[in-house]
């Protein structure tokens, strides 16, 4: 379903604050696997992210989503076929726009825009039965804006938007990392219900170790741009944190011997 | 003050009415600084001046001054989008480019409109003095041009204007292309001050060269005493309000100009409007206190 082919992708070549975000990353993730990615902070997460999702070119390899190569192609090119949940609550709605008009964008997502109206009474009926799944009374809000709510819902319901449209990969970016445990809990709940139910191929980026090897089937870990441990099946589930962490303690143990090298 | 006086600033309020929806859909709907208002608002009365004073059918010559001001917004739009040019800066660029080809178009730096007719002299229905036929033919087009606006931004195109201006990345995630919703919105915008422009000319008897200066700041302040005498967070609240803002602050205006007793000329015109908008301004900081008090 996707296929990312030795990324590279530089910021700032040339200057003093030149960083190499993406060295030679690859991953091949087969139609319906949920995939969760782990690594450190600069290990490149976010921006292999942006890479597939559009909003960062690379300087060379390729991506191809179901078979179409979309290296080349902006945001909006791609958007019928990647869907995003972003970090911050704000980021995946507009805040003056109402629930329903902002679920209407989504349910527009990568589609032409002609001049019909915008919300109209079936797509509400379609609103109220998604929103209702959530249990937060939202279905009676619908023209409320979408800033009155708070973080966890403005989240849950980002992700309800990101499952309005079918989609070839499901993109979420630390989408309960701003969230307190009992909302990230929810919302953590509600994304493998949504998962499930539409049967997506999704890839989410975490912080928490536990989460990477509970939920999904498979998990990834990226280190200085690229992938540097790949787990599924009966050998990821004999894992628990501290192997990870070892695992991780260990990568980063040979880029100290590296350095140290370079330095004598 | 006269009834005279108070039809004329219903007129020419309305007129501003067309420019306040105009700098609603760039400042508020697309969050784009636009200061081309004070080149196409005199560029759509440049054109259409010119070209009846050419013999050419009044609403003709209206109609293409509303265009070349909405070609002139999107170039505004263009220069920030495609050259990445700084929003206002690319504004201020187009804004002193208008100002010579106004002069061009218009070959003088004015073009007077006295025997010929106008979109006014054309509609004006017999038995109705001219100086109250205006501000109702006016009032008939600035509610039709409202309640257009209102529908075009309930629509799916109106709503992806809407929410590149509110949150551009989550716009472009959905699959709308920001810059092209840009380029059509400033196009918009432009065009209706270009209206106004053309209306202007043809209702104050012709075009002049300095007839932008202070337009947007004029646009604005409806925008700003609108929003706080109708605040509404539904584009259809403040479409109306943004109008009543703009006659509003003409009957301001004329209020204080026309009070002898506070001594005030017409050159005093454009320190009357930085007043009214930084009263504007500050009125919803005032409530805000009185209610904190009152809850004290």
């Known amino acids: ?264 | 003050m006269s009834v005279y006086s108070l039809w004329g600033s219903l007129e020419i309020g309305l007129i501003f009415g067309l420019v306040a929806l105009g700098v609603l859909i760039s400042f508020r709907v697309l969050n784009f600084p636009d200061l081309t208002v004070d080149g196409s608002f005199p560029l759509g009365g440049a054109a259409a001046a010119i070209l009846i004073h050419h013999g050419y059918d009044p609403f003709v010559a209206t109609g293409i001054g509303t265009l070349a001001a909405g070609f002139a917004g999107v170039i505004t739009g263009w220069l920030n989008v495609r050259l990445k040019i700084m929003d206002l800066l690319a504004s201020i660029l187009m804004m002193i480019a208008l100002y010579s080809i106004n002069l061009r178009v218009m070959d003088a730096p004015n073009v007077p409109l006295i025997t010929e007719s106008t979109v006014f002299t054309v509609l004006q229905p017999a038995g109705l003095h001219d100086y109250v036929a205006r501000p109702l033919i006016l009032l008939v087009l600035v509610v039709v041009v409202k309640l257009a606006l209102d529908w075009f931004f309930a629509t799916q195109v109106g709503l992806a204007m809407r929410s590149t201006g509110s949150n551009p990345r989550m716009a472009r995630s959905q699959g709308i292309r920001t810059g092209n919703m840009v380029l059509l919105g400033m196009g918009i915008s432009n065009a209706l001050c270009g209206l106004a422009g053309a209306l202007f000319a043809q209702s104050q008897g012709g075009a002049d060269i300095s007839m932008g200066i202070g337009t947007i700041v004029i646009g604005l302040a409806a925008v700003i005493i609108g929003e706080s005498i109708l605040p509404s967070r539904r584009l259809a609240i403040t479409t109306l309000a943004v109008v009543i803002g703009a006659v509003l602050y003409r009957f301001f205006v004329a209020l204080a100009l026309n009070a002898d007793f506070v001594g005030l000329k017409a050159q005093d015109l454009n320190l009357v409007t930085a007043v009214l908008v930084t009263v504007a301004l500050v009125i919803p900081l005032i409530k805000q206190r009185l209610r904190r008090k009152r809850v004290e």
Do not use: Y
């Not at chain 1, 993406?22 to 139609?31: E, F, K, Q, V, Y």
């Open chain 1, 1 to 264: 379903m996707l296929s990312a082919q030795n990324l590279e992708l530089t910021f700032n070549p040339g200057t003093p604050i030149e960083t190499q975000a993406l060295r030679g990353m690859s991953l091949d993730i087969p139609a319906g696997q949920f995939v969760t990615v782990i690594g450190s902070n600069g290990a490149g997460k976010s921006t292999f992210l942006n890479a597939i999702s559009g909003e960062q070119t690379v300087d060379a390899g390729s991506i191809l989503i179901d078979g179409e190569d979309v290296t080349r192609q902006p945001v909006w090119d791609r958007a019928h076929k990647v869907a995003r949940v972003f970090q911050d609550p704000m980021a995946g709605t507009c805040e003056n726009l109402t629930i329903e008009e902002n679920m209407s964008l989504a349910l527009g997502r990568g589609q032409f825009r002609s001049l019909r109206l915008a919300v109209r009474e079936e797509m509400r009926v379609l609103f109220r039965e998604r929103l209702a799944m959530l249990g937060l009374g939202l279905e009676r809000r619908l023209t409320d804006r979408i800033g009155l709510l708070s973080g966890g819902q403005r989240q849950a319901v980002s992700l309800l938007m990101a499952s309005l449209r079918p989609s070839r990969i499901l993109l979420l970016d630390e989408h309960t990392a701003a969230l307190d445990p009992r909302t990230a809990k929810f919302v953590l709940d509600l994304t493998e219900r949504i998962v499930a139910e539409h049967g997506l191929t999704t890839m989410m980026v975490t912080h928490s170790m536990r989460q990477a090897l509970d939920v999904g089937d498979r998990t990834v870990m990226l280190h200085q741009g690229r992938v540097v441990l790949d787990v599924s099946g009966d050998v990821r589930r004999g894992l628990d944190v501290p192997d990870l962490l070892t695992m991780f303690e260990r990568v980063r143990g040979e880029e100290l011997a590296d350095d140290s090298l370079l330095l004598s």
